[in-house]
């Protein structure tokens, strides 16, 4: 059957360098992906999947189904689609977009036979506000068995995990004054974001070594002869877990407070992008992908690594769930860069196009026929 599904990739792969190139000449920031998201849906509107478009009113989102109408798993696929800025797709989510949609489209063309579900999510803005935090507060993701999706890189590796992050600003309200002639008079704002810096730098000696805390400061006054009476400071907080990260945003924010305190301004703290969990791997899963991947030709896939963060990691403490990488370029390309983008749509980067999504399609088959252990 697996040949079978080969063959299904094989008449797609055209389509996919196609739409993979469109995306790719057309970068779009993220909740802006309306090009992207139009091309995905199209495919997978050609192939006999149903779409649900704009899911929990997220524009450039959607839900792609196919039932065999069978009792079975339901396989989930996610889509990245969303460039960065300047760079564009430097992170390769022309690639994520068009293997999944491919892996869904090849595996439904079997799955009547076998019975169960295949549900395709476009799921927007990674790289900021990713709609799959969303997704997952709201239950979306509870309907499904398993959630895969294959990132390229310049090295294949295995499914490992991301660190989780809560990003927070913090908004000091101080009182103005003529900073010569009468500085006694005002309420420094800017001084108390000074404080919250180097209260956090001496937090750095009593957290664990996967703790990182890196802020800026976006708003410190207007001139120098005038007492600011307002200043923010917007921070990224990450650690290894979710507990780790907890514990540190209590520490963090009594920090914080005291900052305010030392200077008598008022303090303000929201949460001003959506925060990450870390990614759980489903190593059961992950090894299932890891063999179709060998069996695809692809035989050195490095041991995971932690790799900054993502919203996939609010999937994976929903559902079993995997993020594996695949190697599209024989030159150094690191994510975020130039490099890599280029690789995505180079020879090889059109050639594991194919092969990453029928390891996903391998995948996801193995899992329809129950093959794949999938307790935590």
Not at 324 to 351: F, M, N, R, W
Request: with cysteine; hydrophobic share 40%; proline share 4%.
């Amino acid at each position: 059957m697996k040949d079978i599904l080969l063959q299904e990739g094989q008449k797609l792969h055209t389509k996919m360098c196609e739409i993979n190139d469109y995306i790719y000449a057309n970068p779009e920031l993220g909740n802006e992906e309306f090009k992207s998201s139009s091309k995905l849906i199209a495919f997978l509107e050609e192939h006999n999947f149903t779409v649900e478009k704009s899911l929990l009113g997220i524009e450039t989102s959607f839900r792609a189904i196919y039932d065999s109408k069978k009792p079975g798993a339901t396989i989930g696929y996610l889509c990245e689609y969303d460039a960065l800025p300047e760079i564009g797709h430097g992170c390769g989510h022309n690639m994520i977009g068009v293997m999944s949609s491919a892996a869904g489209i090849a595996l439904s063309k079997v799955i009547d036979e076998i019975g169960g579900k295949i549900i395709v999510y476009g799921t927007p803005a990674e790289e900021t506000n990713g709609a799959k935090v969303v997704f997952a507060e709201e239950g979306i993701f509870d309907e499904l068995d398993v959630a895969m999706l294959v990132h390229p890189s310049d090295v294949n590796m295995k499914s490992g995990t991301t660190q989780a992050l809560y990003p927070l600003e913090f908004r000091y309200k101080g009182k103005t004054a003529h900073a010569a002639s009468c500085p006694q008079n005002g309420v420094n704002a800017l001084n108390s974001v000074i404080q919250l810096f180097n209260g956090i730098d001496a937090l750095r000696q009593h957290v664990t070594p996967d703790v990182r805390m890196h802020g800026i400061i976006v708003k410190g006054g207007v001139a120098a002869n005038i007492v600011p009476d307002e200043a923010v400071a917007q921070f990224y907080f990450r650690a290894a877990t979710k507990e780790t990260l907890d514990d540190i945003l209590e520490k963090v924010k009594r920090i914080a407070e005291g900052a305010a305190l030392m200077t008598g301004a008022t303090l303000e703290m929201e949460r001003y992008e959506f925060p990450n969990d870390n990614l759980v791997t489903n190593e059961n899963l992950s090894e299932a992908f890891n063999e179709n991947l060998r069996a695809l030709g692809i035989t050195e896939i490095k041991p995971p690594k932690s790799s900054g963060s993502s919203d996939i990691g609010n999937v994976s403490h929903k559902v079993p769930t995997i993020h594996p990488y695949i190697q599209v370029s024989s030159c150094k390309a690191p994510g975020h860069t130039v490099e890599l983008a280029e690789a995505t749509v180079s020879d090889l980067g059109h050639e594991r196009l194919l092969t990453g999504a029928m390891a996903l399609a391998y995948t996801g088959y193995d899992v329809l026929l129950g093959k794949v252990n999938l307790e935590r």
